[in-house]
């Protein structure tokens, strides 16, 4: 099993950012998968899932309206769209499906002016 996670940089506050995670040794299109994010000094804290096809979404309430989790099981590929982003929102960010103890080096995102 194995995530690998891309599209983290350096961005402004209010600006925008789409994460991708491929992942590959697994069966992805029957998984649930999820974005989780570590800040400097903080826990690891859930971002967001999605279900096997793509068809139910949940959001920790931090990021409710900002942020939309996608896939593409065609691809084995789940995507973090970033919008109206926060200097809270600096991270390190993992992709990872909830059954699997499985984790990635995760992409780094930065919001600061």
């Known amino acids: 099993v194995q995530f690998v996670e891309s599209g983290g940089d350096l961005v402004q506050p209010g600006g925008s950012l789409r994460l991708s995670c491929a992942a590959s040794?697994?069966?992805?299109?029957?998984?649930?998968m999820s974005w989780y994010r570590q800040g400097p000094g903080k826990a690891r804290e859930l971002v967001a899932m999605?279900?096997?096809?793509?068809?139910?979404?949940d959001y920790t309430a931090s990021v409710k309206g900002r942020f939309t989790i996608s896939r593409d099981n065609a691809k084995n590929t789940v995507y973090l769209q970033m919008n109206s982003l926060k200097p809270d929102d600096t991270a390190m960010y993992y992709c990872?499906?909830?059954?699997?103890?499985?984790w990635g080096q995760g992409t780094q995102v930065t919001v600061s002016s």
């Open positions: 999605i279900s096997p096809a793509g068809t139910t979404t």
């Open positions: 040794g697994f069966t992805f299109g029957t998984y649930f």
């Open positions: 990872t499906s909830p059954s699997l103890n499985y």
